[in-house]
C-alpha cells in the first residue's frame, strides 16, 4: 500500500537559517502529494500541495518541488521564523481513491532565537 | 478561513461504553473523513463519506465503528462499545470533491477509554 516517509522527529534550529524537512513516499499510482502544518492546539492546515513533476509550488515562504524521480517531496524555506515552530506533516492520496490521505509521522520543527 | 468543528474536544469513557463524536463541516463541502492518532502515531485513515454513503474504510474502522451525517446535520462517528485501544486523538476533514482539493480539518477530540 500506499507511505509516507519522514525522517526526521524533531528538527531543531536557529532563527534566520533555512528549513529543510524530508518527505518520501511510495505508491503505486498517479499521486498528489501536501504538506500539512499543525500549530499547537489547533487543526492541521494544509500549507503546499502539487502533482506535477519537477514544479515548484511555493506558500507563505515555504516551498517544494515533486520529484517523481525520487519519489520525495521535501519542504523548504530560506529562512526560519520563530512562527514557523509547529509540527509538519507530508501525506499523500492517490488518483484511485476517495481523496484518503496517507500521512507520515511528522516532524516537529523548533525555531529558537 | 473555513472552519471545522468539533464536538467535544475532550471525551473520557468507561470500556463498553457508546460514545459518539461529532463533527460540524464546512458547509458547502460535500466528502467526509474520519482520522485516528494515537498518542505518538502518525494519523491515520479511519473512513470516507459521501452522499449518505461509505465511499471507503481502513482496517482500522472497525464493526464497533459507525458514521452517519442525518439531514446534513452533524457528521458523526460512533463506537459501541468501547475499547481500550480506541484511545486516541480523532480528527474529522471535509473536502468539496477529491483529489487535490483541500481537506480542511478539525482540531480533534480527545478520546480516553478507561
Known amino acids: 500500500g500506499d507511505s509516507v516517509t519522514q525522517t526526521e522527529g524533531l528538527v531543531t534550529l536557529t532563527e534566520g537559517l533555512p528549513v529543510m524537512l524530508n518527505c518520501t513516499y511510495q505508491t503505486a499510482y498517479s499521486t498528489f502529494l501536501f504538506w500539512y502544518v499543525q500549530h499547537l492546539n489547533e487543526a492541521p492546515k494544509l500549507l503546499l500541495k502539487?502533482?506535477?513533476?519537477?514544479k515548484r509550488t511555493e506558500h507563505q515562504g515555504f516551498h517544494a518541488t515533486l520529484h517523481k524521480s525520487s519519489s520525495s517531496f521535501h519542504l523548504q524555506k530560506s529562512s526560519a521564523q520563530l512562527s514557523d515552530s509547529a509540527l509538519y506533516y507530508c501525506?499523500?492520496?492517490?488518483?484511485?481513491?476517495?481523496?484518503?490521505?496517507?500521512f507520515g509521522a511528522g516532524t516537529r520543527l523548533a525555531v529558537c532565537p | 478561513g473555513p472552519k471545522v468543528l468539533q464536538i467535544p474536544s475532550h471525551q473520557i469513557i468507561d470500556m463498553g461504553q457508546m460514545v459518539t463524536l461529532n463533527c460540524d463541516p464546512v458547509s458547502n463541502h460535500l466528502y467526509f473523513y474520519w482520522y485516528k492518532q494515537i498518542l505518538g502515531q502518525q494519523m491515520e485513515f479511519l473512513v470516507n463519506?459521501?452522499?449518505?454513503?461509505?465511499?471507503?474504510k481502513s482496517k482500522l474502522f472497525k464493526d464497533q465503528f459507525s458514521v452517519e451525517r442525518p439531514d446534513g446535520s452533524y457528521f458523526t462517528l460512533k463506537i459501541q462499545p468501547t475499547a481500550l485501544e480506541d484511545s486516541a486523538v480523532y480528527f474529522c476533514?471535509?473536502?468539496?470533491?477529491?483529489?487535490?482539493?483541500?481537506?480542511?480539518f478539525g482540531p480533534g477530540t480527545r478520546l480516553t477509554v478507561l
Open positions: 501525506a499523500l492520496s492517490d488518483r484511485d481513491s476517495f481523496n484518503k490521505l496517507t
Open positions: 463519506f459521501y452522499n449518505g454513503k461509505v465511499m471507503e
Open positions: 476533514a471535509s473536502s468539496l470533491r477529491t483529489g487535490e482539493y483541500e481537506q480542511y
Open positions: 502539487s502533482s506535477t513533476d519537477n
